[in-house]
């Protein structure tokens, strides 16, 4: 199993540009979700999905968008970036509440 | 609304020496609490799971507790070594995963 992977492993935008931040998970977990990781303030949910189909809004969604269209994959869009979004994205998933399984990280640039 | 801290924020100390991670979270409606490790530029790893109804769990070196009604856990590490050196992590799962900010442990040879 390859786990959680993600890409890219990093990424330059500038301000107001697009892009979206793949993941994709090979153990059929229902949940999986998106966090960043920011220094000093540790890891905030961005979006969450608990099945395909269904996703729902975390701490800090303003500016994401998410789908999940299979169980797979769960792509996170940004849509117009921002120099605030400057930050380590993580990927992760699970089965409902059990052990979370995490991506290696899209480190992402905003000039 | 959930919020989980940890104390101390960064640590160091000399290889072999027993150490103990806290973790404190304000709402005791969690379903489990787990502990994660971080190495510098990677991923998070899970070390331990606790659920709710649960004390304690123990994986080799490591030992972590939970004490619910006081919003508390511990991550116990024997015999510490300079692999261990990373940032550790709790999060409680209860409408959704919240995470501590870490400690940051340097165990020194």
């Known amino acids: 199993n390859a786990g959680v992977t993600q890409t890219p492993k990093f990424q330059v935008l500038k301000t107001g540009q697009s892009m979206t931040l793949q993941c994709a998970q090979d153990?059929?977990?229902?949940?999986m979700s998106w966090y960043r990781q920011d220094p000093g303030m540790g890891l905030r949910l961005i979006h969450y999905?608990?099945?395909?189909?269904?996703?729902d809004q975390g701490e800090v969604p303003n500016g994401y968008n998410v789908s999940r269209s299979t169980t797979e994959d769960f792509p996170l869009r940004l849509l117009s970036a921002a120099p605030s979004q400057t930050s380590v994205y993580f990927c992760a998933s699970s089965q409902g509440a059990d052990t979370q399984y995490f991506g290696p990280g899209t480190r992402l640039t905003v000039l | 609304k959930q919020e989980v801290t940890q104390i101390p924020a960064a640590l160091s100390v000399p290889e072999g020496e027993n150490l103990v991670l806290n973790c404190s979270f304000t709402d005791s409606a969690i379903y489990n609490l787990q502990w994660f490790r971080q190495d510098p530029g990677k991923g998070l790893t899970s070390l331990l799971l606790?659920?709710?109804?649960?004390r304690e769990q123990t994986s080799g070196r490591l030992n972590a507790s939970l004490d619910k009604s006081s919003g508390r856990s511990t991550l116990y590490i024997a015999a510490s070594q300079p692999g261990d050196s990373a940032t550790y992590l709790c999060a409680v799962y209860g409408q959704n995963f919240v995470f501590g900010p870490g400690t940051r442990l340097s165990v020194l040879p």
């Open positions: 153990m059929n977990h229902e949940y």
């Open positions: 606790i659920q709710s109804s649960q």
């Open positions: 999905s608990v099945g395909a189909g269904i996703t």
